[in-house]
């Protein structure tokens, strides 16, 4: 099945910086790649998403990129603020005739100190 | 906006007993999932349904387990006999289509005591 890789697994900078998170996934088919922001005792929310015909995709200050040949995908957060303080989650929809499901990587704890 | 619907938000209940987890996916919906959350752990894949079955299922999804849409709203799991590693956040979700993104509900905490 899809194993998902997340790196690195707490991040702190301070706010105006930029913060990175980068994933990796096994599955050549998967084909379809969210990233999820959940802040302590939410449920997960969407954030941003990106396809695999699309090399990268930019929402404010978000943004995804996704190499498949790698098969790595990364999110960027620019000019972080405090409130993105939270744990991010990449994910992987393998392809084929599954139930679609995500597969997801262990999440990322960002800090953004003021 | 809509969306998914979880009751009870907490759940206690003792090693053993039964427990009934209750979402109300969005109406349009056709894809309906259960994940689940071990407090600081990642979300993990329980099982997915689709048109009234069961489409795929983890290792996670034992015989303890199952899942049932008995009408059409309501989508929910079921734990027979309770463990205490059951005890986790159980995350129902849905999606529109194969090309749509994954909506979560606000949880159900269970609590095995």
């Known amino acids: 099945g899809e194993n998902v890789e997340q790196h690195p697994s707490t991040l702190s900078v301070q706010e105006g910086d930029s913060a990175v998170i980068k994933c990796t996934y096994s599955d050549s088919a998967s084909n379809y790649f969210p990233w999820y922001k959940q802040e302590l005792g939410k449920r997960p929310q969407l954030i941003i998403d990106i396809r695999s015909n699309v090399g990268e995709k930019k929402d404010q200050r978000i943004a995804v990129t996704l190499n498949k040949t790698a098969k790595h995908f990364s999110l960027h957060i620019t000019e972080t603020q405090p409130e993105d303080s939270a744990v991010y989650f990449c994910?992987?929809?393998?392809?084929?005739?599954?139930?679609?499901?995500?597969?997801f990587g262990k999440g990322t704890s960002l800090l953004v100190t003021p | 906006e809509p969306e998914v619907t979880q009751t009870p938000s907490h759940q206690v209940t003792q090693m053993g007993q039964e427990v009934i987890l209750r979402c109300v996916p969005i109406s349009n919906h056709l894809y309906f999932y259960w994940y689940r959350q071990i407090l600081g752990q990642k979300v993990e894949f329980l099982v997915s349904f689709y048109n009234n079955e069961i489409s795929e299922k983890s290792e996670i999804f034992d015989d303890q387990f199952s899942v049932e849409r008995p009408d059409g709203s309501n989508f929910t799991l079921k734990i027979r006999s309770t463990k205490l590693e059951d005890s986790a956040m159980y995350f129902c979700?849905?999606?529109?289509?194969?090309?749509?993104?994954?909506?979560f509900g606000n949880g159900t905490r269970l609590t095995v005591t």
């Open positions: 979700a849905s999606m529109g289509g194969i090309n749509s993104p994954l909506h």
């Open positions: 994910a992987a929809r393998p392809g084929g005739n599954s139930g679609y499901a995500l597969n």
